[in-house]
């Protein structure tokens, strides 16, 4: 069984234009990925394409204009709001993307030390304070006396002392020392082989690379691929989902080729396949229905013409 099953999930907001006109963004559509204990998911896309939506959907903490379907599971049961609240922040906690999530009005010791479940909470904090190279007078600071990255690294902080069973991080170390970086990435996989469930939504494929075990790759509201890291080489031959290897294609490191056109506006998606407007193997059907995500090559594609 897996940890998480996040299946058909679909997202969308109204927005009134006018009069009683209603305009729909979907933003998330038809979305289904997993996470199993032990393993990293790296979850990488364009800007927009749902990565942090998809952690606060599983989080519970999605704005409330925003309309949800599909189911999340945690542990086998459905994850209801009653149950994200009792979990979130002890058994699925999340690195938010965005620094603003620190309590302004809390020292950060404090903060970082409400995470610790058990044994001495003040040790585990200043361990992992330690870690991050934050210095012994950190602790007693306020969140508007940090630098950016020193507010990113208390985020890190307070989730690397939780013990969860799931991390789902989003953006967890722009703006970081590349070291520290490092040390991040080594963090989740360590809590990864002591068997928590880590999902790292980053824009760094490079880095997640190294340290992941599965890609999923995101396109327009819904996971296009998922794929182990080994198919990620070379000219992105082992890849499934067009989009994969055009995106793996468009890297600096690699060929640097830009991918003609723009991902659809959440307001005006094609009926059919979301990438087909701007894909080069495109037929006629793929504009005619959205493919199914179906298992390849010990993989998933959501790709009619995927082999
Ligand atoms: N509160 C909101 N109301 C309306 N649209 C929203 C809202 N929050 C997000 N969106 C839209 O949902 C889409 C997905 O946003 P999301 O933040 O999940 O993208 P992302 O993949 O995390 O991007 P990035 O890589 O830039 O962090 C975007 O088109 C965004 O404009
Ligand atoms: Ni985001």
Known sequence: MSILEVEDLSISFKQYTGG?????HHVITDLTVTLEAGEILAVVGASGSGKSLLAHAILGILPSNAGMSGTIKYAGDELTA???????????????QSVNYLDPLMRVGAQVRTSVKQGDAIRAQRKVFQRYHLKSDVENMYPFQLSGGMARRTLLSTAMVSEANVIIADEPTPGMDPAVIVEALHHFRELADNGCAVMLITHDIESALK????????YAGTT?????VDDFFGNGEALRHPYSKALWRALPQNDFIPIRGSQPDPSALPSGCLFAPRCEKATLECGQARPEMRNLRNGMVRCIHAT
Do not use: C, N, T
Not at 211 to 218: L, R, S, T
């Open 20 to 24: 009683l006109k209603q305009k729909h």
């Open 82 to 96: 009653a149950r994200q609240r009792a979990v979130r922040g002890k058994e699925i906690v999340l690195v938010p």
């Open 211 to 218: 340290i992941a075990d599965k890609i999923a790759v995101f």
């Open 224 to 228: 296009v691929e998922v794929a182990p």
